[in-house]
């Protein structure tokens, strides 16, 4: 492939598997009560609130960047309601 750097495509290729296999933030929105514990918890600032309301009526929080997110469940270990799960 001429114009193309030696490396670049494996590089491309290693960002993609690795973007495959990025943890995953699940969050029960029925289950939330809008207390924050979980976005003060997060050191990478995945998790923010929503001015949308869960059926009780409550402003609930999702994963508003979620390429950011580690895997480190301090979000989901926080969660009082256990509205909350990681997947690795």
Not at 53 to 61: Q, R, T
Not at 67 to 81: T, W
């Amino acid at each position: 492939m001429a114009g193309i750097e030696p490396g670049l495509v494996a590089n491309i290729m290693a960002g993609l598997k690795r973007r495959k296999n990025m943890p995953k933030v699940i969050i029960t929105t029925d289950y939330c009560k809008g207390c924050l514990f979980c976005v003060e918890a997060c050191p990478r600032d995945v998790l923010g609130a929503t001015t949308a309301v869960n059926a009780k009526g409550y402003k609930y929080v999702d994963a508003l960047n979620p390429d950011n997110c580690i895997g480190c469940a301090f979000c989901a270990l926080m969660c009082p309601d256990a509205a909350i799960e990681v997947y690795k």
